[in-house]
């Protein structure tokens, strides 16, 4: 393909242009793209959000800033990090940009919705950082707006509330668009079990989105409601009851991590077969326990409120539950050590991450357990074990597949290579910084050091001092991924149309891909990840 | 929904029907969180619930619930004059629509007055001497009527372009997927009016 | 697409179905007159579930649409009764 002469969709010439070619299109990928710089952005200031914080523990005492200061940061560093990044993230960039390769379509089945839907996000995230700077100060309730403090802040909660609102809608809409997509334009001869194991995981993922969301959004409206109208919902001096606020914004933020890590999934899913060059080990069961996630993870909210008071009953029922949502958490491990197992292996920086994933989602996804327990949960609730756990999670789990999934389909977006040694030796220096970084947190949080404090007990210092070091070596690596990237997307050598001698469909069309990506819609006859002719095509 | 789906160039109203349902579900858990609030609150404050129930007017309830069935029912007949290529009858059955829609915000408008002249209203010194249950209950109603009217007059908006649309000639036998979705809707906020006004005006 | 002319419902259905939405909340309205005390809630309850049900399967069609609609609307259904059950968890047993 590559001799033919064609227009990408980088390139492509519509009715506007230069700047106004790129925020009126509704093609999938430019928009998939504009999310990325956007979410790019947010990302480097909530870390430099973080990288403040992590100085101002780096000693016991006020180092840097104050305690209403230190309440800010953490504020606005979860809502960003929370609403803007992980949540949207990867089902915004990758869904947008490869859902519709994957499944052989020209584009999302409703783009000016997509289009839309782009702009309430970048109203809502533009609203959480004018939170910050109008009126009464940044909020500083937390990113999870627990009441009564919510109501009583005399800060701009207000603002962070309407931000996640329009956020969420922004979510919902996206979700809609999915899976529509993905139930009317698949390509002929695609079933449901032959479609590739990301555009899996954003279905079970929109899923999630469609139904949990507006429990959210209904939630963050009785709060602004309480506020401006003194409503009694929540407020125990009203007769309101706190606790069914937390109720409430668990059914949605439970299920929101599990937002956050279907599509994280998804994207090792794709990379693991391309770089061992065996198909995928148990398809149908990686795809089966997308959906179990999702389901099971809906009904595992009260987990976060073991302390707060709720019956026993409930909290053994919780319990059982959070438990029962790792088994298929576990299968999907099991099937990626397995795909790897006997392939014939290529260590790429996108392996790399993911294999990175593989070991931080474990120590994530076990920590997690040690809360799921009823009686350890009491002794490590609210402390730094907690804030350890989440960012292996989150950052170790989602970020780590957010970077893997850069560095695998780089090429195909930009239609450039990145310098490949660089990419691997960033990678070490974040790993390493990762792991010295939070490792310390589990270890401290386990002695009792609380979370959300600007200050400690000197016996902490040792680990809070490595965590801080840990966090200026992450922050050095995450650095050059990004000036590699960024210097790759403009001056790197170009990219052949497969790289990594991948199977899916989105390797089959030029890179970068023409604006209606597919010239002829290709017809699928057998499951995805078939490498070879002489292998058994089961399906 | 077959598991073999053909890609069209053209317009899917398939998938624009998909769509509009999937939103709806959105909005059922929208209210859904008001419902499961209303739940808790009801279990724990049972008495007063019935007590403040008892202020509310049954009668406006219940002519608000014949209007607002029959206006379900107007325009999914006019769907069917749609279809059949029956351009005024569809004209009349949604203007039809239109009217009842108005009479219950009317009646609505007279509800809300109603109470806001007896110093019943969100932060009120009368709401705040009240028990706390029926503090509860009132902030539950307002909030929920009040979302729910916000709904129908988003519904009014809906059928007044698709009013426009069908004069025009652009929603026709051949197209009328903006019609069909939003009869959907319509018909979503009828849902939802069929529950709250048990809940709400019904229990004492 | 051109098979779907066969779903116009006529509007004698529609007069029909309405009678019945009618007829259910006289019953709802009348049955308060009684006191039946902790069933008052369970009978309007029912009621207004059959009453939905009747509105989503012949206004909104769901009769006639794919499988796939009728048990993706039964499991939203489901599940936001699952959600109110699993909260009272906590709230029955405290």
Request: charged share 10%.
């Amino acid at each position: 393909m590559g001799g033919e002469t064609y227009t990408s969709f980088l390139e492509y010439k519509g009715k506007y242009k230069g700047l106004l070619a790129w925020l009126l299109s509704t093609d999938h990928k430019r928009i998939g793209l504009m999310y990325f710089y956007v979410i790019a952005v947010f990302f480097f200031i909530a870390a430099s959000l973080g990288v403040l914080m992590r100085t101002e523990l780096i000693a016991p005492g006020q180092t840097i800033m104050g305690p209403q200061m230190y309440n800010g940061l953490f504020t606005v560093h979860g809502i960003i990090m929370i609403f803007i990044i992980v949540i949207p993230g990867l089902s915004v960039i990758f869904g947008n940009f490869f859902l519709p390769i994957l499944i052989g379509a020209r584009d999302v089945a409703f783009p000016k919705l997509n289009l839309f839907s782009f702009y309430l996000f970048l109203t809502g995230a533009l609203l959480a950082v004018a939170s910050q700077f109008a009126g009464q100060g940044p909020p500083d309730t937390g990113w999870s707006f627990y009441v009564p403090y919510s109501v009583e802040s005399s800060t701009n909660v207000i603002f962070a509330l309407t931000a996640a609102f329009i956020l969420g809608f922004s979510s919902i809409l996206t979700g809609i668009n999915f899976i529509v997509t993905i139930h009317r334009m698949r390509a002929p001869g695609m079933s449901f079990m032959r479609m590739p194991l990301f555009p899996w995981s954003i279905y079970a993922t929109a899923w999630i989105q469609v139904l949990a969301t507006p429990i959210i959004g209904i939630t963050l409206l009785m709060v602004i409601a309480e506020r401006v109208f003194s409503i009694g919902f929540f407020d125990p001096a009203l007769g309101g009851d706190p606790v069914l606020f937390q109720h409430l914004f668990w059914i949605y933020s439970h299920p929101a991590v599990y937002i956050m890590i279907l599509p994280a999934m998804g994207v090792v899913t794709e990379i693991f077969p391309t770089f061992s060059q065996k198909p995928v080990f148990g398809y149908t069961a990686i795809a089966v326990s997308s959906l179990t996630i999702a389901f099971i993870g809906y009904f595992v909210w009260g987990h976060h409120m073991f302390t707060s008071g709720t019956s026993y009953f409930s909290r053994l029922f919780f319990s059982l539950l959070t438990f029962l949502v790792a088994v298929p958490s576990a299968i999907k491990v099991f099937n990626w050590v397995a795909t790897l197992y006997g392939g014939s292996i290529d260590l790429k920086p996108p392996l790399l991450y993911a294999v990175a994933f593989i070991f931080l989602f474990m120590i994530g996804g076990l920590t997690g357990l040690i809360q799921g327990a009823l009686a350890t949960n009491i002794q490590v609730h609210d402390t730094s074990f907690v804030v350890a756990h989440f960012h292996y999670i989150i950052f170790g789990g989602m970020g780590f597949a957010a970077f893997a999934g850069i560095h695998y389909w780089f090429p195909k977006m930009f239609g450039r290579m990145y310098h490949i040694r660089f990419a691997n030796i960033a990678w070490g220096i974040i790993f390493t910084g990762f792991n010295l970084f939070y490792f310390p947190q589990l270890v401290i949080g386990m002695q009792g050091m609380p979370r959300r404090y600007f200050d400690y007990l000197p016996q902490f210092n040792t680990g809070q001092f490595i965590s801080t070091i840990g966090a200026y070596i992450m922050v050095t690596g995450l650095v050059m991924m990004l000036i590699n990237l960024m210097y790759a997307s403009r001056k790197g050598a170009p990219a052949p149309a497969n790289p990594w001698k991948g199977v899916t469909l989105e390797w089959q069309i030029p890179s970068p891909p023409p604006l209606e990506n597919f010239d002829v819609i290709p017809e699928i006859k057998r499951r995805p990840y078939f490498f070879g002719e002489n292998e058994p095509d089961k399906s | 929904m077959t598991d073999h789906t053909v890609h069209t160039e053209h317009f899917d109203k398939e998938a624009g029907k998909l769509g509009m349902w999937i939103f709806l579900f959105t909005e059922m858990f929208l209210f859904g969180g008001l419902f499961l609030v209303y739940a808790v609150m009801r279990a724990q404050y049972s008495e007063d619930f019935h007590t403040a129930a008892e202020e509310l007017n049954t009668f406006i309830g219940t002519m608000n619930t014949v209007f607002l069935l029959t206006s379900s029912m107007t325009v999914a007949m006019s769907i069917t004059a749609i279809q059949r290529n029956e351009r005024r009858l569809a004209l009349f059955l949604v203007s039809l629509t239109l009217l009842l829609a108005m009479l219950f915000m009317v009646d609505k408008y007279f509800e809300w007055s109603h109470e806001f002249e007896y110093g019943v209203y969100p932060g009120s010194d009368v709401l705040k001497n009240m028990p706390h249950g029926e503090l509860l209950f009132f902030g539950l109603y307002f909030m929920m009527t009040g979302l729910h009217a916000l709904h129908v007059f988003v519904g009014m908006i809906l059928l007044t372009i698709n009013f426009i649309r069908i004069r025009k000639g652009s929603i026709n036998q051949e197209n009328f997927l903006l019609l069909e979705n939003s009869g959907l809707y319509w018909h979503l906020v009828d849902l939802i009016w069929i529950f709250l006004f048990p809940l709400l005006y019904l229990v004492s | 697409m051109k098979n779907k002319e066969s779903h116009i419902t006529g509007y004698p259905t529609y007069a029909y179905v309405l009678i019945i939405l009618l007829a259910l909340t006289t019953i709802s309205v009348a049955a308060t007159g009684y006191h039946l005390g902790a069933y008052t809630v369970a009978l309007a309850l029912l009621i207004a579930s059959i009453k939905v049900a009747t509105v989503i399967s012949y206004f909104m069609h769901l009769r006639s649409e794919s499988l796939f609609l009728k048990v993706a609307v039964s499991g939203v259904f489901l599940i936001f009764t699952l959600v109110i059950i699993i909260t009272f968890f906590d709230y029955l047993f405290r």
